[in-house]
């Protein structure tokens, strides 16, 4: 195994370079550019491009609702699973039954369990 | 053009142990709320420990019939001795923190309440968590490895988390998830750079591949594979989480999680390096070496001013973590069976002390500390005894088992020339007699702290808790009466192992 020579690092180099120029220079224009006597309300607030950043995002609302939103992604991105398994079911035959079968089992196994943990229950 | 599937064929055999496991998971959480509340505790712990003696059976019957290792479905696992050794040791760690976690409370409260709620969730994590340590050592291809890792590691997020009315337990839980991750996300950065350097997932041909290799990404990805298992080995500099978890997790987690995830990082480190990387065994050995000493040297040290004692015995586990990774640095077969003979011994005395530490946290509610440990031998002498048994062990004294490791795995370092790792260690095992004779210290010879005498009087009874604590002290002291025997078995397990020195 040929070891590398110090030329092959340069495009990291060249990366880490720019990866820390960017956000240095930005920060130390800000310090030189927005001098506290500058500071206005409109230049304290976070640019949005132009569009206004909207109500505060810090309202309070109840957990049922992430909890209903992943319990619906867990169960949607595995049903996205059965859909491969339709098309080549011909080909594999009776293992990718058998496989689909126990994948069900596991999903049933899954609801059982959030449905006598009352997470389907809205509170 | 359509390439027909090719079924790799399933080895049920190989898998029993997972497959136990992981249906009695199932069979637990599912089971354990359709049981009466008052059952549910008893029913999943007796489930669990039913499903972890089978697993052990299991492997015990597939290490009978296994004379040569060898790759099976489509090279993704090894069946090989190694595996079974570890499967072994790891369901006993889990089988040891059954007993630790079953207890009777005598007077109901809202406790008990919420703890019999979630009994059903506890054990189920348990069992899983030890499946995916059993797949996990006998992975052969860097797919399984990760798919082990992220397996066994969730389980174990969600266990350090679960005493959720404890906020200790909840930051160790948030802390143990963001610092794991981040060591698995390196490990699988490294993964990919491998396979890109090589084209190949299975260990093997990883190693066939290396030498038209593009050195760059090979080597790279071999550190951050390194730096992956070390964080899950908690050795330092990557041992940061491990203080914080081990105190904020529940003591029988804690137990379990600092002998079985240590065996199974450790055993697969041993694995992947010598079978996938053998042809840059002088980077990983040296790099290994250091590693070691560093874990060595700030374990011990950090561990020399701790006051409660689950920390004290966290950072002893990083300063262990030194010891264990010591054989695997020295790359001969000498170091191969020191580290599985060391890691009997060490896993069983790990589940003791805490399962003492869990005794005596549960007769005073409150964290134990070094002080309050005081005069602990004559109020419970058989913990007592068993805990300066396990401390005595810990520093590498008769009559428990690491005194033969720490002996091999010093003398695999000597083979392999490293004389100033050895001193190290050895340097290190006499810094440590200060904390752990400190424990012992203080069971036998300091006056009790005036305190408030629990309602009840008597110390709860826990016999589960009493006889793992047998069953630890059986295994430490007889790994040291049975040396010779365990010895050539570990010997036999790693013979078929290409060691690079």
């Known amino acids: 195994m040929p070891l590398a020579s110090l030329a092959d690092w340069f495009p990291f180099l060249a990366y880490a370079f720019f990866a820390l120029a960017i956000p240095v220079s930005m920060i130390a224009m800000s310090f030189l550019f927005a001098t506290p006597a500058r500071r206005s309300r409109a230049r304290t607030m976070p640019f949005e491009s132009g569009v206004s950043t909207g109500a505060p995002t810090q309202q309070r609302f109840t957990v049922s609702f992430y909890l209903t939103a992943m319990l619906f992604i867990v169960f949607d991105i595995e049903i996205v699973f059965l859909f491969p398994v339709a098309v080549v079911l011909e080909r594999i035959g009776t293992f990718a039954l058998a496989e689909f079968g126990f994948f069900i089992a596991i999903l049933a196994v899954a609801y059982v369990y959030i449905w006598r943990k009352g997470a389907l229950e809205w509170r | ?501």
Do not use: C
């Open chain 2, 1 to 501: 053009m359509e390439e027909a599937f090719r079924n790799p064929g399933v080895d049920w055999a190989a898998l029993a142990p997972e497959l136990i496991l992981l249906g009695a998971s199932a069979v637990v959480l599912i089971g354990a709320l359709f049981v009466p509340r008052r059952w549910r505790r008893g029913f999943s712990a007796l489930l669990s420990a039913l499903a972890l003696v089978g697993a052990i059976v299991a492997a015990a019957i597939v290490y009978g019939l296994d004379d040569e290792g060898r790759a099976i479905m489509a090279d993704s696992i090894r069946r090989d001795r190694l595996a079974e050794i570890g499967q072994i040791l790891v369901a006993g760690a889990g089988l040891l923190a059954v007993g630790v976690s079953y207890w009777e409370r005598r007077a109901p409260g809202a406790v008990e309440e919420s703890e019999n709620e979630r009994a059903g969730d506890y054990y189920a994590l348990l069992l899983a968590a030890v499946a995916g340590m059993a797949f996990f050592v006998a992975a052969n291809n860097l797919m399984t490895l990760f798919l082990g890792l992220e397996w066994f590691s969730i389980a174990l997020y969600i266990l350090t988390a679960i005493g959720v009315e404890r906020l200790a337990s909840l930051e160790a839980g948030l802390k143990y998830l963001i610092v794991g991750s981040f060591g698995s996300a390196i490990l699988l950065f490294g993964s990919a750079l491998v396979y890109g350097a090589t084209g190949a997932l299975e260990f093997g041909e990883i190693a066939r591949n290396a030498g038209d290799a593009d050195s760059l990404f090979y080597v790279a990805g071999l550190a951050m594979i390194l730096v992956g298992l070390a964080f899950k080995v908690s050795a330092a500099p990557f041992h940061m989480w491990t203080p914080d978890v081990y105190q904020g997790a529940p003591t029988p987690v804690t137990a379990f999680m600092s002998a079985a995830t240590k065996v199974a990082a450790l055993i697969l480190t041993l694995r992947v390096l010598v079978t996938a990387f053998p042809d840059v065994s002088d980077l990983w050995t040296i790099a290994l070496a250091v590693i070691a000493a560093i874990s060595l040297a700030w374990g011990n040290l950090a561990a020399l001013v701790q006051t409660d004692v689950k920390r004290m015995l966290a950072y002893s586990s990083v300063s262990h973590a030194g010891f264990l990774l010591m054989p695997i640095a020295a790359g001969n077969e000498r170091g191969g069976y020191a580290l599985l003979y060391y890691l009997i011994a060490y896993a069983a005395m790990s589940v003791g002390s805490f399962a003492i530490v869990a005794a005596r946290e549960r007769e005073l509610a409150r964290p134990v500390t070094v002080s309050n440990l005081a005069n602990f031998f004559w109020e419970r002498p058989f913990l007592g005894a068993a805990m300066t048994v396990f401390m005595f062990g810990f520093i590498g004294l008769p009559p428990a088992g690491l005194f033969i490791g720490k002996f091999y795995a010093f003398t695999a370092a000597y083979e392999r020339g490293w004389t100033w790792l050895v001193i190290v260690g050895v340097v290190a095992t006499v810094v440590s007699i200060y904390y752990y004779l400190g424990v012992v210290m203080a069971m036998w010879m300091r006056a009790p702290e005036p305190r408030v005498v629990p309602a009840g009087g008597s110390p709860p009874r826990d016999a589960a808790l009493s006889a793992t604590v047998v069953a630890a002290l059986v295994v430490t002291v007889g790994s040291f009466v049975a040396a010779d025997p365990l010895i050539d078995a570990m010997r036999d397990a790693v013979q078929f192992l290409d060691f690079p020195y």
